[in-house]
Structures are given as C-alpha cells and as structure tokens.
C-alpha cells in the first residue's frame, strides 16, 4: 500500500466551480501534511501546510486534514483556468512523502 | 516564498558521459537539500537526501555510485549523473528545506530536463 493516495484524475471543472481533490493516507507517522501546484515542466509550487485535524484557509484555497480518518482535502472556490495544473498532496515526518498528484483543468 | 535555483534546465548529452545538475538556495541558508526524479505523468519519487557537510541518504533502489551529491555549502547542492544512459533521462528536480519555515516545508527548483541520446 502506498503511504498516500490520490486520485490521478483527470478532473475537468467549468470555470467558476467548488473544487475538491482528496488524498489518504496510511502513515500515522505523518506530522504535517502539504499541498503542491504543479504547472506542466515546472517544479511544484507550495500552496498550503498544515500540521493539525481541521480546516486552514488561503484566499480561495482550504486544506482540510482529518487525522482520524488519514483524509487529506484541498478545496478550490471559484475556480479560474489559471488553477489548470497537477495538485500534489504530501505528507512529511523527516522527508516529504507525495501522492501520484490529481491533473485538474478548469474549462473557460 | 523561499526560492530555490537549478541549472541547467535542460541539459542533452550523449550515452556514457556525466552531467552534473545545480540546486541553490537563493534567499535562506538549507541544511537539507532533496532530490528527486519524475517520469511523464507521474509523481515526485524521492531519490536522495542531501545534508550539509554529510554523505547524502539514498532512497532505497537508487544507486549511489550513479547518481552522486555533493552538498558542500549551506546554499548549494549537485547531482551527478554518472555514465548516463538513455533510461536515465526524466525531470530532475531538487528541493531545499527553509529552516524557518514549519516542519517539513519544502521550496522546489524550477527542474532540469535530461535527455540521454
């Protein structure tokens, strides 16, 4: 089994959409949990962390951690095709652990 | 946030030559650097761990003669790919750990594309 899993997608929203993308994980080790964005032939680009069970909000992003159940959740409001990029979700003891990453496009 | 440089960013060389990829931190001092490789369509496999002023940790299935890292400052990190092969062609991309930041918290360089003729 892998430590995290994520749903490789493709995952296509209209322009304007709620969007969730959700990761497991099976490490109970894991401490902190992140999110990446990750643009095609770029290198990832840090969204989001968070360490605790609950909701951390950025702008139009909230990261959403619930330990109880090793669920991961990144939700996107009002989404822009500028969003249009793989999201990676990671969890992290002494090394960074990523999930497969979920290809999202968000349709004009 | 924190940036963090790789050169070159592409890079094409022949079968059996040697090339060595760049990572710097340019705005804070990381103690630990990381490497990693991926594959079209795929996630970020982890390679190697690189400590300052220490031999670096390998990820288990990655050869260390082949892929050697020297972390000689507090600002830079190198991967050598030795005696390239075409299989060893894939996006390099290297990470620097903020001690500043919280935890884990990982800044990525923009990756270097290899491609082995």
């Known amino acids: 089994q892998k430590e995290v899993e994520q749903d490789p997608g493709p995952l296509s929203v209209p322009e304007g959409a709620i969007v969730s993308l959700n990761c497991t994980y099976s490490?109970?080790?894991?401490?902190?949990f992140m999110w990446y964005r990750q643009y095609s032939r770029k290198g990832p680009e840090l969204l989001m962390y968070?360490?605790?069970?609950g909701n951390k909000e950025d702008g139009r992003f909230t990261a959403q951690v619930d330990k109880s159940s090793k669920y991961i959740s990144l939700f996107i409001r009002d989404s822009q095709p500028s969003d249009s990029a793989t999201y990676l979700c990671g969890g992290a003891t002494n090394k960074l652990i990523f999930g497969t990453g979920t290809l999202l496009a968000v349709q004009p | 946030g924190a940036v963090v440089s790789q050169h070159p960013s592409w890079v094409i060389c022949k079968s059996g030559t040697s090339v060595k990829i760049e990572c710097r931190s340019l705005?804070?001092?990381?103690?630990?650097m990381f490497w990693y490789r991926q594959f079209p369509k795929k996630s970020l496999m982890l390679m190697a761990t690189?400590?300052?002023?220490?031999?670096?940790?390998?990820e288990q299935g990655v050869e260390k003669d082949k892929f050697l890292i020297n972390h000689a400052s507090l600002t830079l990190s190198t991967l050598t790919v030795t005696s390239a092969h075409p299989e060893d062609s894939s996006f390099y991309i290297c990470s620097a750990r903020d001690p500043a930041g919280v935890g884990e918290t990982q800044y990525f360089g923009p990756g270097t594309r290899l491609l082995v003729l």
């Open positions: 490490n109970s080790a894991f401490q902190y």
């Open positions: 690189s400590n300052e002023g220490s031999k670096a940790t390998y």
């Open positions: 968070t360490y605790s069970s």
């Open positions: 705005d804070f001092q990381a103690t630990t």
